[in-house]
């Protein structure tokens, strides 16, 4: 069965700390992307990457930086993590001819405090 | 990509057919039509996307009008389980991004 996972189901961290959230494919996916999820608000996209050490800036993609140096990986990286930025992180991935779209991954639940 | 317009929440009896509408009166030629459900606490999940015409699976049927303008997912035989947000989304052929609104609330009652 194809997978995405990120590695942690629930993090706390402290406001100022560098937080990385880690996200891993086994499907030699083209396409990583970076969500957030809030009560009332959706998901809205951070950042994607299309190829290895590609990145390109989604909607929302303020307080957040992404590393992408190998395929099959995709970091999302908080600089200096911030209490507005307690959220749920979701982590997907997608071909190229994107046939059925996006596999998620279970998510990141994510509190700063 | 285009916008679509999704009821805040749905509910539907088990068993019967849940029959759940977006609209997507922008939608340009090439985009397509996705849907995806979101159970609690867990990611996204793929359930079917068109282009123009009708579509099923082994988990649903996906109804497009004649002008592209509207679909309608369709579960034929709702379970407790399907409890859960639907997203329509509405994707451009040259993008590699899905854009979610905030969907559609289905509660399946016994």
């Known amino acids: 069965d194809v997978k995405v996972t990120q590695s942690s189901r629930y993090l706390v961290k402290r406001t100022g700390e560098k937080v990385f959230l880690e996200c891993v494919q086994d499907?030699?996916?083209?396409?990583m992307f970076w969500y957030r999820q809030d009560p009332g608000l959706g998901l809205r996209l951070i950042y994607f990457?299309?190829?290895?050490?590609?990145?390109e800036k989604g909607d929302i993609p303020e307080g957040y930086s992404v590393s992408r140096e190998k395929k099959e990986r995709f970091s999302l990286i908080l600089e200096s993590a911030s209490t507005n930025q307690t959220s749920m992180y979701l982590c997907?991935?997608?071909?190229?001819?994107?046939?059925?779209?996006?596999?998620f991954g279970s998510g990141t639940r994510l509190t700063v405090v | 990509d285009a916008k679509t317009t999704q009821p805040t929440s749905m509910d539907c009896a088990e068993g019967r057919a849940a029959n759940l509408p977006c609209n997507h009166s922008?939608?340009?030629?090439?985009?397509?039509v996705y849907w995806y459900r979101q159970i609690h606490s867990q990611g996204p999940q793929y359930i079917i996307h068109g282009l123009k015409n009708n579509e099923t699976n082994e988990m649903a049927s996906l109804i497009i009008t004649e002008d592209r303008k509207s679909s309608t997912l369709i579960l034929p035989h709702a379970t407790l389980r399907d409890t859960a947000v639907y997203y329509c989304?509405?994707?451009?052929?040259?993008?590699?991004?899905?854009?979610f609104g905030t969907g559609t609330l289905l509660a399946v009652q016994p």
């Open positions: 990457s299309y190829d290895v050490k590609m990145k």
């Open positions: 922008t939608i340009s030629g090439n985009e397509y």
């Open positions: 989304i509405v994707r451009g052929g040259a993008t590699n991004k899905l854009i």
């Open positions: 997907a991935s997608a071909p190229t001819n994107f046939n059925y779209g996006y596999t």
């Open positions: 499907m030699d996916h083209e396409n």
